[in-house]
């Protein structure tokens, strides 16, 4: 059922506590002197809110919980009884209830993201939850809709390239729309904080959790693409987080699986890590997500960044001046809990110079941890109310206090439209690189290449798109004149398979391959080696990493596209086909595969017709 609370009725349940903290959340044009009146007011006020909470209201607050569910009081049964082994209680509300948390994110696995409707319900019924308890606080719903291969939000929703296919298209103006448009959508189904935009610069090919969620190797041009999303989630009216800090881009390590070292020396960092966040703070970002990492220049106690004091209060507030929220990655990731237990994190955490606490994985022990820390003087209470204070104020800003509910016409008039849908297909078209184009088989002439073969991986959807990619290319050829069959061969195809690819092959006028994450043992190769043999033109299409054309025999013609999402595969459709340019050009450098000191292709490559 849609919640239809309005907005007078919101502000008689809350006028005893916090309608005083939510005026005037958007200072009015005015001189300097009128502005930093308004804000001490606020902050008065703000403080004031803080002295009414209880202790536990107070731990509660720093909280950020998932939550099994598609709705916040009737959830399915099955959901229930997730919620019940993971958090101890039945449904949202009741989280909210019995921790006072201040925060929710969004899971599209704990059934959180069904479809827009369903998803500005349960942010309603979430609201309504925070409002309802002894002191009536709004909750901050975030999710990683970072886009390209992160997304929890998926169709009807707007589905952008991911940041490194940005960073291919080289557009700040289309970053900018693009988080713009994305920012919208999510404020209209009642997610307000997002955990976008990457700002790692990826400068390892061998990085097993941020490459193609990176804008690219170059920290200036990464910095710019930051700023530029930055601005565009925050016209929006939604929070943008910048992660992963001090900067998660040369590990070979999963920080999920493990805890990575960055062994970039001080001046590295600087040069090569810093310029991303340091544009983000300078585009007014109004969170910052900790990295479980250990940078020995940076704190030579090796804690994760996420735990040091030195990295989190001395660099990042002291000498990069900043004074929003930061946020901790999950906590329950391995690259936090390696060294000290779940229930002292919070407390470390706190004191490194943390703000919001997310996901731990036993909430009843962090929660006690935290708590118990207070209570034994580990952690004082001014302590505590200063991030309070900076969460409070964020939720004032992106008026929570004012009126935090959305509704279904609100939905209907922003979520997926028509305009967005083509912003996004020509935003996209400006990414598709083409790297190599042999005697300008490319574009393909529906006269001359006609029928067509598309072959190749078939990963899971990454963003809630529909799927698979060799079907989504066929389908977007079929729909630009030609006649094409889809084939999966999967990312280790069997000789079995690759004999069935040779033989669909007979009598097409070309192949286009989708590859994804070729290393030098896969089997991808052999693929496109035996659709080369027959003489049949082969086009391949990186549909994640770019690195793959290096591990591939010649062929063709080759293009990236730096995702396997819908909106990027048609782009290269149309690419391919001659209905659109190539626009993008390499955000990283592709090195050779018997060589990884030469570069075969640049930062900044990518041919045109």
Same mark, same amino acid.
């Given at each position: 059922m849609q919640h239809r609370t309005s907005r007078r009725t919101l502000l008689t349940v809350t006028a005893a506590t916090v309608a005083a903290a939510a005026t005037g959340a958007i200072s009015a044009p005015g001189a300097a002197a009128a502005s930093a009146s308004h804000s001490a007011s606020t902050t008065k006020r703000l403080k004031q809110l803080i002295s009414r909470m209880s202790l536990e209201e107070k731990v509660g607050q720093l909280f950020v919980m998932r939550v099994y569910g598609h709705s916040a009081t009737e959830p399915d049964q099955a959901d229930i009884d997730a919620n019940l082994a993971e958090i101890g209680v039945r449904t949202a509300a009741e989280l909210i209830a019995k921790y006072h948390v201040g925060g929710?994110?969004?899971?599209?696995? =704990?059934?959180n993201t069904r479809d827009p409707h369903q998803i500005a319900d349960l942010s309603n019924g979430i609201q309504h939850a925070g409002l309802a308890g002894p002191t009536p606080l709004p909750l901050l719903i975030s999710t990683d809709q970072e886009h390209g291969i992160v997304c929890r939000v998926g169709e009807p929703a707007t589905l952008m390239p991911?940041?490194?296919? $940005? !960073?291919?298209?080289?557009?700040?103006?289309?970053?900018?729309?693009?988080?713009?448009? =994305?920012?919208a959508e999510l404020a209209a189904i009642g997610i307000n904080q997002n955990y976008a935009p990457d700002a790692d610069v990826n400068v390892n090919p061998a990085n097993p959790v +941020? !490459?193609?969620?990176?804008?690219?190797a170059d920290p200036q041009a990464v910095a710019a693409m930051v700023a530029s999303q930055v601005k565009g989630y925050q016209s929006s009216g939604i929070a943008s987080t910048a992660k992963h800090f001090p900067g998660h881009g040369d590990t070979n390590t999963d920080s999920h699986t493990g805890l990575p070292y960055i062994h970039h020396t001080r001046e590295q960092w600087a040069e090569l890590d810093s310029p991303p966040f340091r544009a983000a703070i300078a585009a007014g970002i109004d969170s910052i997500m900790t990295a479980h990492i250990?940078?020995?220049? #940076?704190?030579?106690?090796?804690?994760?960044?996420?735990?040091?004091?030195? +990295?989190?209060?001395? +660099?990042?507030?002291?000498?990069?001046?900043y004074d929003g929220v930061v946020i901790t990655d999950s906590l329950g990731m391995e690259g936090v809990r390696t060294k000290y237990g779940d229930e002292r994190v919070p407390a470390l955490a706190l004191q490194a110079g943390v703000d919001q606490l997310l996901n731990p994985p036993d909430l009843d022990v962090s929660w006690n941890g935290l708590l118990d820390a207070v209570k034994s003087g580990e +952690?004082?209470?001014?302590?505590?109310?200063?991030?309070?204070?900076?969460?409070?104020?964020?939720? &004032?800003?992106l008026g929570l206090f004012d009126d935090p509910f959305v509704t279904h016409r609100g939905v209907d008039r922003v979520v997926g439209t028509r305009s967005h849908l083509a912003a996004a297909d020509r935003i996209a078209e400006n990414t598709t690189t083409l790297l190599t184009n042999d005697r300008a088989v490319l574009p393909l002439s529906r006269r001359s290449h006609k029928?067509? #073969?598309?072959? !190749?991986?078939?990963?899971?959807?990454?963003?809630?798109? &529909?799927?698979?990619?060799?079907?989504? #290319?066929?389908?977007?050829?079929?729909? $630009?004149?030609?006649? =094409?069959?889809?084939?999966s061969t999967g990312t280790a195809p069997t000789q079995a398979k690759i004999a069935e690819a040779v033989a669909a092959a007979q009598g097409k006028d070309a192949v286009v391959v989708g590859t994804y994450n070729v290393s030098a043992t896969n089997s991808q190769r052999t693929l496109?080696?035996?659709?080369v043999a027959t003489g049949v033109p082969v086009i391949t299409v990186a549909i994640r990493n770019p690195y793959d054309i290096a591990q591939l025999p010649a062929h063709a013609a080759s293009l990236a596209t730096y995702s396997w999402t819908d909106v990027e595969l048609r782009a290269a459709a149309r690419v391919i086909a001659g209905h659109a340019e190539p626009? !993008?050009?390499?955000?990283?450098?592709?090195?050779? =595969?018997?060589?990884?000191?030469?570069?075969? %292709?640049?930062?900044? %490559?990518?041919?045109? %017709?």
């Amino acid at each position: 059922m849609q919640h239809r609370t309005s907005r007078r009725t919101l502000l008689t349940v809350t006028a005893a506590t916090v309608a005083a903290a939510a005026t005037g959340a958007i200072s009015a044009p005015g001189a300097a002197a009128a502005s930093a009146s308004h804000s001490a007011s606020t902050t008065k006020r703000l403080k004031q809110l803080i002295s009414r909470m209880s202790l536990e209201e107070k731990v509660g607050q720093l909280f950020v919980m998932r939550v099994y569910g598609h709705s916040a009081t009737e959830p399915d049964q099955a959901d229930i009884d997730a919620n019940l082994a993971e958090i101890g209680v039945r449904t949202a509300a009741e989280l909210i209830a019995k921790y006072h948390v201040g925060g929710i994110i969004y899971f599209a696995w =704990a059934h959180n993201t069904r479809d827009p409707h369903q998803i500005a319900d349960l942010s309603n019924g979430i609201q309504h939850a925070g409002l309802a308890g002894p002191t009536p606080l709004p909750l901050l719903i975030s999710t990683d809709q970072e886009h390209g291969i992160v997304c929890r939000v998926g169709e009807p929703a707007t589905l952008m390239p991911g940041a490194m296919a $940005l !960073g291919a298209g080289g557009s700040r103006s289309d970053a900018r729309r693009a988080g713009q448009i =994305a920012g919208a959508e999510l404020a209209a189904i009642g997610i307000n904080q997002n955990y976008a935009p990457d700002a790692d610069v990826n400068v390892n090919p061998a990085n097993p959790v +941020i !490459g193609v969620r990176s804008f690219g190797a170059d920290p200036q041009a990464v910095a710019a693409m930051v700023a530029s999303q930055v601005k565009g989630y925050q016209s929006s009216g939604i929070a943008s987080t910048a992660k992963h800090f001090p900067g998660h881009g040369d590990t070979n390590t999963d920080s999920h699986t493990g805890l990575p070292y960055i062994h970039h020396t001080r001046e590295q960092w600087a040069e090569l890590d810093s310029p991303p966040f340091r544009a983000a703070i300078a585009a007014g970002i109004d969170s910052i997500m900790t990295a479980h990492i250990v940078v020995p220049a #940076l704190d030579p106690a090796e804690d994760p960044a996420t735990l040091s004091r030195p +990295i989190l209060t001395g +660099i990042l507030r002291e000498e990069l001046g900043y004074d929003g929220v930061v946020i901790t990655d999950s906590l329950g990731m391995e690259g936090v809990r390696t060294k000290y237990g779940d229930e002292r994190v919070p407390a470390l955490a706190l004191q490194a110079g943390v703000d919001q606490l997310l996901n731990p994985p036993d909430l009843d022990v962090s929660w006690n941890g935290l708590l118990d820390a207070v209570k034994s003087g580990e +952690i004082s209470e001014a302590r505590l109310e200063e991030s309070i204070l900076r969460i409070l104020r964020l939720k &004032t800003k992106l008026g929570l206090f004012d009126d935090p509910f959305v509704t279904h016409r609100g939905v209907d008039r922003v979520v997926g439209t028509r305009s967005h849908l083509a912003a996004a297909d020509r935003i996209a078209e400006n990414t598709t690189t083409l790297l190599t184009n042999d005697r300008a088989v490319l574009p393909l002439s529906r006269r001359s290449h006609k029928n067509l #073969l598309v072959v !190749g991986a078939d990963p899971a959807s990454p963003s809630g798109t &529909t799927g698979p990619p060799t079907t989504t #290319l066929a389908t977007a050829f079929g729909e $630009l004149g030609h006649t =094409a069959t889809a084939l999966s061969t999967g990312t280790a195809p069997t000789q079995a398979k690759i004999a069935e690819a040779v033989a669909a092959a007979q009598g097409k006028d070309a192949v286009v391959v989708g590859t994804y994450n070729v290393s030098a043992t896969n089997s991808q190769r052999t693929l496109v080696g035996a659709l080369v043999a027959t003489g049949v033109p082969v086009i391949t299409v990186a549909i994640r990493n770019p690195y793959d054309i290096a591990q591939l025999p010649a062929h063709a013609a080759s293009l990236a596209t730096y995702s396997w999402t819908d909106v990027e595969l048609r782009a290269a459709a149309r690419v391919i086909a001659g209905h659109a340019e190539p626009g !993008g050009r390499l955000p990283v450098p592709v090195q050779r =595969a018997d060589d990884a000191t030469q570069v075969l %292709y640049p930062i900044g %490559y990518g041919l045109t %017709y």
